[in-house]
C-alpha cells in the first residue's frame, strides 16, 4: 500500500514537472514568434513632388481663353507618418496607411488667376500590404485650405470668371505608383484630379479643375522597422450610432451681392458594420436667412426660409477617431431662390471625434458637383463601442 503510495505520489510529480515543461515550451515559441513593437511610434517620410498638368475649362469663351493663356506646374512638399505598431488595428484594416501634412505652390504663368499655394491634410493608402516589393500602388486624398488666388472683380480683375475670392478649399485625389531603392529613398509618379473651390462663399464659383502629372522624390527617416504584412485582428462587433449635427455657413448668392447665413441640423441613425464602415439613414433642417429678399411668392415665411430632406448616409472610418461622411439627401422640401437647384444633393468632408462623443469638421454640400455651401459642423454622437480599438 505503502509503494502504491509512493508510486501515486511520484507519477503526480511527473506529470507537474512535464505540464510545466510543456507550458514553457509553449510560452517560449509564443514569445518566439511575437513581432517587437518599436519604440518610436511613428516613422516619418518626405517627400518632394513636381507637377505639370491640363487646366480645365468651364465651357464658355472667355474660359477658353483663360485656360490657353495659362501654363500651371506645381511645387508639392509632403511630411508623412506611418504607423510602427504591426498591432494597430486601423493600420492592419488599411495596410500600414500613410497620413501626414502638405504644402502646395503652383503657378498658372498668368496674373488673372494668381499663384495659389495650400496647406492640407493627405493620407495614403496601398492597395495591398508591400511586403519586400519594391514597386507599389496606391491612392492617396488630401483636403486643406490654399491662399494667394488672384479673384474675380469686375473692374481690376475680370478675367478670372473661375473663382471669386482670395481663399478657397484645396481637394486633390489621385493614384500613385511608388518605386523604392532601398529603404531610404523612393520615387513616385501620381495621376488624379485637382480642385479649387469656395463653396459659394463668393461668386463666381465654378472652380478650378486640374488634371495634374506629379514626379516626386521620398525620403524616410529613423531605422524603425515597418511589418508590412498582416496580423491579425479582433472580429467586429456591430452596434448602432445616433448622430446630432449642427451646422453654420455663409452663402453668396450672386456676384457683388451680400453673403447671408445658412444653418442647420441633422440626425442620422447608423449601424457601423466593420472597422470601415457605418451606414444609416436621417434627416437634415436647413434654414436660410433672409430667403424674403429673394422670393416674392406667396409661400409662408416658413417655406421660404426652411428645406428638409430625407439622408442617406456612408461614413468611411479612416481611424479610431477621423473619419470622412459621405451622403445623397433627396429634398422632400426645397427653394431654388435659396440655391436649392436640384432635388438632391451630395455631402463629402471629414469630421474628427474628441471626448468619445463630440465631433467637429467640415463638410461641401453640392447639387450635381457645383457646391452649395461648406458646412461647418459641430456635433454629439449617443454610441456604445464594444469593440477595444
Known amino acids: 500500500m505503502k509503494q502504491n503510495n509512493n508510486f501515486m505520489d511520484f507519477y503526480r510529480i511527473l506529470l507537474i514537472i512535464t505540464f510545466f515543461f510543456l507550458a514553457h515550451i509553449s510560452y517560449s515559441q509564443s514569445v518566439d ?36 493663356s ?84 469686375s473692374i ?35 495621376i488624379g484630379f485637382k480642385h479649387f473651390s469656395n463653396g459659394s462663399f463668393k461668386q463666381p464659383n465654378y472652380g478650378i479643375n486640374l488634371i495634374p502629372l506629379t514626379i516626386g522624390v521620398s525620403h524616410r527617416f529613423g531605422k524603425e522597422d515597418i511589418y508590412n504584412q498582416k496580423t491579425e485582428i479582433p472580429d467586429y462587433i456591430r452596434h448602432n450610432l445616433v448622430n446630432i449635427t449642427l451646422l ?19 440626425i442620422n441613425f447608423l449601424r457601423q458594420i466593420n472597422y470601415k464602415y457605418r451606414l444609416g439613414i436621417g434627416l437634415d433642417l436647413y434654414y436660410a436667412a433672409q430667403s ?15 428645406s428638409y430632406a430625407v439622408v442617406g448616409s456612408w461614413e468611411w472610418v479612416l481611424t479610431k477617431n477621423l473619419y470622412a461622411p459621405i451622403a445623397i439627401g433627396i429634398y422632400l422640401h426645397r427653394n431654388e431662390e435659396n440655391g436649392e437647384n436640384t432635388g438632391f444633393y451630395e455631402r463629402v468632408g471629414l469630421r474628427y471625434r474628441f471626448a468619445k462623443h463630440f465631433t467637429t469638421g467640415v463638410t461641401i454640400k453640392a447639387h450635381l458637383g457645383v457646391a452649395d455651401i461648406f458646412e461647418w459642423t459641430i456635433g454629439y454622437t449617443f454610441h456604445k463601442d464594444p469593440n477595444k480599438v
Open 292 to 306: 424674403d429678399l429673394r422670393n416674392d411668392s406667396d409661400k409662408s415665411n416658413f417655406s421660404k426660409s426652411y
Open 70 to 153: 495659362s501654363y500651371y506646374n506645381g511645387l508639392d512638399l509632403r511630411l508623412g507618418f506611418r504607423q510602427t505598431n504591426p498591432y494597430d488595428i486601423y493600420s492592419n484594416v488599411y495596410r500600414r496607411p500613410y497620413f501626414g501634412l502638405g504644402w502646395y505652390s503652383s503657378t498658372f504663368q498668368n496674373a488673372d488667376v494668381g499663384k495659389p499655394h495650400a496647406l492640407y491634410f493627405f493620407l495614403t493608402m496601398p492597395f495591398a500590404f508591400e511586403q519586400n516589393k519594391k514597386f507599389t500602388f496606391s491612392y492617396t486624398a488630401a483636403f486643406g485650405i490654399s491662399y494667394k488666388f488672384n479673384p474675380y472683380d
Open 248 to 266: 453654420a455657413a455663409s452663402k453668396n448668392y450672386e456676384v457683388g451681392g451680400d453673403n447671408y447665413l445658412k444653418a442647420g441640423i441633422g
Open 33 to 68: 514568434t511575437l513581432i517587437p513593437v518599436p519604440e518610436k511610434k511613428f516613422v516619418k517620410y518626405l517627400d518632394l513632388r513636381f507637377e505639370n498638368g491640363a487646366m480645365l475649362s468651364n465651357d464658355t469663351d472667355i474660359g477658353d481663353q483663360l485656360v490657353n
Open 156 to 190: 481690376s480683375n475680370p478675367g478670372n470668371i473661375f473663382i471669386g475670392s482670395y481663399r478657397n478649399c484645396y481637394v486633390h485625389l489621385g493614384f500613385v505608383a511608388n518605386y523604392k531603392f532601398n529603404e531610404k529613398w523612393a520615387i513616385n509618379g501620381t
